[in-house]
């Protein structure tokens, strides 16, 4: 049963800084029939869960489709791999400090205008992408489309950490991870039948951008921002407190400090991410044109493949959500090391497998290998969200987010450099040592809380 216990303000604690329709929507007339809330957070709960589901899944769209047009842009532009690898690490450095950035505004804005808003953009910048023709203004564009994707993660962050009790966040959030696997899956197949049926790379931006405004719209319509914006109190477990407008700007800046920059394991479980993200994009960006040269296979088959191992993923982010939940607690850090060294174990197997190997080998070896790194890759937002508390969750994942994308200098560009002068074999033992690496880290934040919500901030 919800707690019925109100953050009780007078007015709506409006952020200075914010435009109108950014600003956090106001608290509605409470309910207080406790049947009545029961069955609202129900309703709402799998609304917001499904709606930011679909809506990330959707940003995936709208930045994973590069990756199927790549081989492709390659051959008809005449792109190096060096080059290519190039996008993808700036746009992902980008990405990362606007994922940030954005995070330290998402904290405080409302997070269905603000998603809905980014999706848009991004699906804008991949229009223009679509009509470019030169690599300079390719490369432009795209860099721009990385700032916008930051855009994304900051309102589902302070969605489930408003709408669940920390207890079932790493659940919730896990369930929620679907989107990236389901994302960036879909995009694989989705942009692997359009290049193979029109032959042309610049469809893969175009479908996928018209989809993501469609999304952008219905978010509008089914997204809300805090429980109190429709009647209901504070998820129980996460307290009462409100920044108002006085002070708002200080008390904002003492929380971040408190809850985000002064936590020693927020900064291990970002540092973790960097090795995380390097395996997981090494996968997700270079797997159409690696399974493609070291296996034989067809960008349409290798499409679908790189689906089996978001698919897997999918499977990996649930299980260790529910495990770390279940068994450890919510403590994430112990789930993740024996993810993390699985992982680095399952790509030395893939790695070995002769090119003439049954194809059932090839690809269920790739998925596990999916399975193991989509735990962490979960775990980590979800300890980064639940030891800053709703308070700075989106600034806190944010920060993780900057270590994990940049990561693309080595999953981008370093890989892609690396593969061109020595070959896959080089590029797998790659991502062997950052499994390792991510392994010792992780164990080094193995003592970290469950969550943060004992040693809330008065402000």
């Known amino acids: ?90 746009h992902g450095l980008i990405y990362g400090v606007s994922k940030f950035a954005n995070g330290v505004v998402g904290d405080r804005a409302n997070a269905r205008t603000f998603m809905a808003l980014g999706l848009a953009l991004s699906a804008a910048c991949n229009i223009a992408f679509g009509f470019s023709t030169t690599v300079v203004a390719l490369g432009v564009v795209w860099m721009l489309n990385g700032w916008f994707q930051g855009m994304g993660f900051p309102p589902c962050a302070r969605l489930l950490t408003h709408w669940f009790p920390p207890r079932r966040l790493a659940t919730a959030m896990s369930v929620w991870n679907i989107s990236h696997s389901a ?69 904002f800046r003492q929380i971040l400090i408190e809850k985000v920059f002064s936590n020693p394991y927020i900064w291990l479980f970002s ?79 893939f790695r070995e497998l002769p090119r003439e190997a049954p194809t059932w080998l090839t690809i269920g070896t790739l998925m596990m290998a999916g399975f193991f790194i989509y735990a962490p890759q979960a775990l980590v937002g979800i300890a980064a969200a639940n ?3 709703k308070k700075a969750a989106a600034t806190a994942v944010g920060l993780t987010g900057i270590f994990g994308y940049a990561s693309t200098i080595l999953s981008g560009w370093g890989l892609g450099t690396l593969v061109q002068h020595y070959g896959w ?15 010792f880290v992780f164990a080094l934040a193995w003592g970290a809380p469950s969550h943060g919500y004992g040693k809330l901030a008065a402000a």
């Open 183 to 251: 994302g960036a899956g879909a995009v694989v197949v989705l942009c692997g039948y359009l290049v193979s049926h029109f032959g042309d790379w610049r469809m893969c931006f175009f479908v996928p951008a018209a989809m993501a405004l469609v999304v952008a719209a219905i978010l509008l319509i089914t997204l809300r921002d805090t429980p109190q914006s429709v009647g209901l109190p504070d998820a129980e477990g996460t307290g009462g407190e409100n920044v108002g407008e006085q002070g708002e700007t200080e008390s």
């Open 387 to 389: 030891l800053a508390t």
């Open 425 to 439: 074999a080089y590029g797998f033992g790659a991502m062997v040592v950052a499994a390792v690496i991510g392994a």
């Open 271 to 349: 540092l973790a991410n960097f090795f995380v993200y390097t395996i997981r994009y090494a996968v997700l960006d270079w797997g159409p044109t690696l399974l493609k040269e070291t296996k034989g296979m067809t960008l349409a088959s290798a499409g679908w493949t790189v689906a089996g191992f978001e698919m897997a993923g999918l499977a990996g982010m649930l299980v260790g959500g529910w495990l770390t939940d279940r068994y450890f607690r919510g403590r994430a850090a112990h789930v993740c090391v024996f993810s993390m060294i699985l992982c680095g174990a399952t790509i030395l197997v």
């Open 1 to 90: 049963m919800a707690v019925v216990s109100y953050a009780t303000p007078t007015r709506t604690s409006r952020v200075p800084w914010l435009p109108t329709f950014l600003q956090p929507a106001p608290p509605a007339d409470p309910i207080l029939d406790p049947d009545r809330i029961d069955a609202a957070y129900r309703f709402w709960r799998a609304d917001i869960l499904l709606s930011s589901i679909v809506g990330y899944a959707l940003f995936y769209f709208v930045r994973k489709n590069l990756s199927v047009a790549m081989p492709v842009m390659e051959q008809q532009l005449g792109i190096t791999k060096s080059s290519l690898g190039l996008f993808l690490t700036l």
